[in-house]
């Protein structure tokens, strides 16, 4: 079984930065693409970056230059960087197998909110 469970989020202000973390289990997390969604009350999900098994990386153009995808195979970590944080970033962020939006193989998800 997937098992996902991520970590990070919380309360900063504008400029400000986070690092997220994500924990997986139940699958070869070496062999797999994973991604970063988000997600803000009434909006569908919404991707923000991805990284490949060869650790290739992708980032939404709204993210650019800000946040910084990684990953550690040996603890089968996920982590996104957060700097430079928006007002518009502020939304429940979720680690997610594969590259693109899945819906069925994602975590619980932590809360970034961004406000003064």
């Known amino acids: 079984e997937v098992r996902l469970v991520e970590s990070g989020g919380g309360l900063v202000q504008p400029g400000g930065s986070l690092m997220l973390s994500c924990v997986a289990s139940?699958?070869?997390?070496?062999?797999?693409?994973m991604s970063w969604l988000r997600q803000v009350p009434g909006q569908d999900l919404e991707w923000v970056s991805a990284?490949?098994?060869?650790?290739?990386?992708y980032y939404t153009e709204a993210v650019k230059g800000r946040f910084t995808i990684s990953r550690d195979n040996a603890k089968s970590t996920l982590y996104l960087q957060l700097t430079n944080l928006k007002t518009e970033d502020t939304a429940m962020y979720y680690c997610?197998?594969?590259?693109?939006?899945?819906?069925?193989?994602r975590g619980q998800g932590t809360q970034v909110t961004v406000s003064s």
């Open positions: 139940g699958f070869t997390f070496s062999t797999y693409a």
């Open positions: 990284i490949n098994d060869e650790g290739k990386t």
């Open positions: 997610s197998k594969g590259h693109g939006i899945n819906r069925r193989e």
